[in-house]
C-alpha cells in the first residue's frame, strides 16, 4: 500500500511482519532498503485476498489483525463480514 504522500511503500514480508520502503518516483524510480515497522506477524488473508491492514492518513498508525494466542480449547475470536446489508436494511426500515 502507497502512503498517502506517494513516498513510501508499506507491505507484508514473507513472514507477516509489516514492512516499509522510502522511494523516490522523481525521474527515475529509487527504493531505499527495507526497514521493519512491526517486529511481530499478524493475521494475512492469503496472496488472492486483497491486504489484511490498513495505514492512517498520517501513515503512523496501523491496524491490523493480531494472530490469536487462545489457548487451546478457548473460543477465538471471529470477524463476522455481513454482506448486502443495505439491500437488508431497506427491507427492515422502507423508504418514504
Known amino acids: ?3 498517502r504522500t506517494g513516498r513510501e511503500l508499506f507491505y507484508l514480508d ?3 511482519r509489516l514492512t516499509a520502503v522510502a522511494v523516490d518516483a522523481g ?3 529509487a527504493a531505499a532498503a527495507p526497514k521493519g515497522i512491526l517486529e511481530k506477524s499478524y493475521f494475512v488473508l ?3 485476498a486483497p491486504r489484511s491492514y490498513d495505514v492512517s492518513p498520517d501513515g503512523r498508525r496501523f491496524l491490523m489483525i493480531k494472530e490469536g494466542d487462545a489457548p487451546d480449547g478457548a473460543d477465538r475470536p471471529q470477524v463476522v ?4 446489508w443495505t439491500e437488508e436494511l431497506k ?4 423508504g418514504n
Open 1 to 3: 500500500m502507497w502512503s
Open 14 to 16: 514473507p513472514a507477516g
Open 27 to 29: 525521474a527515475g524510480f
Open 46 to 48: 492469503g496472496s488472492l
Open 81 to 84: 463480514v455481513v454482506l448486502n
Open 91 to 94: 427491507r427492515r426500515v422502507p
